[in-house]
């Protein structure tokens, strides 16, 4: 086996896992909610549009206060919509899961191994350094 299939193969364990699998699946959910599908997109949207006018310096600052007010206005209807924040949760936790995954590749290759008994699971862990 090559180190490419070895790749492809670790990353195919981190997608059947089940954090992999809540993410596929809140995603599966998301995508067939036309609802949820148009708010986010709403969302996106509008911050990209106040990006752009705040890279372009047309909006002053009480413009950008309130800009920002609105933005988090948006966030807070998010986050009420369960099927979007069921997703949002589920995809920080399998970056969290890559993360932990990244971070033992790293360490082993830098030689700078956890402590030991470390099983690379970092829930209830003070951390490695």
Request: net charge negative; glycine share 6%; aromatic share 6%.
């Amino acid at each position: 086996m090559t180190i490419f299939e070895q790749a492809r193969e670790l990353a195919n364990a981190l997608l059947e896992s089940e954090q992999g699998k809540k993410m596929k699946e809140t995603q599966y959910i998301f995508d067939g909610n036309e609802e949820a599908r148009q708010q986010l997109l709403d969302y996106t949207n509008y911050r990209e549009a106040i990006n752009t006018r705040i890279q372009s310096g047309e909006l002053s600052q009480d413009e950008m206060k309130s800009e920002a007010k609105k933005l988090q206005e948006m966030i807070t209807e998010l986050k009420k919509n369960p099927i979007i924040n069921d997703m949002v949760v589920a995809e920080g936790n399998f970056r969290a899961l890559v993360d932990q995954v990244m971070n033992i590749f790293n360490s082993t290759l830098t030689g700078d191994m956890p402590e030991e008994g470390c099983n690379g699971q970092c829930s209830g862990c003070s951390g490695c350094h």
